[in-house]
């Protein structure tokens, strides 16, 4: 097929690509290329790994509150 047969007939020709799952080869100066329907992408089920959680408070968090947190404060520099 030439290049001035798919512009005149350019939706045609892709119905017949589509239809029939065939590649289409157009040459132009001595080079052929190639229209070819992509493969189709079937839907990917992304799963997302995430971390496990570590150092989980075990117990009533009321008692954080009267925790005595300065032996662990630094001051900034």
């Given amino acids: 097929m030439t290049p001035t047969h798919l ?4 939706y045609k020709v892709l119905d017949q690509i589509a239809r029939s799952g065939q590649p289409v ?3 132009r100066n001595g080079r052929t290329f190639v229209l070819a329907p992509a493969p189709k992408a ?3 089920k992304r799963r997302i790994s995430w971390p496990r959680p ?3 408070i075990v117990g009533d968090p009321e008692e954080l509150t009267h925790f005595d947190w300065s032996r662990y404060w630094r001051p900034m520099v």
């Fill in 42 to 44: 079937g839907k990917k």
């Fill in 54 to 56: 570590s150092g989980f």
């Fill in 7 to 10: 512009r005149a007939n350019l």
């Fill in 25 to 27: 080869e157009i040459s």
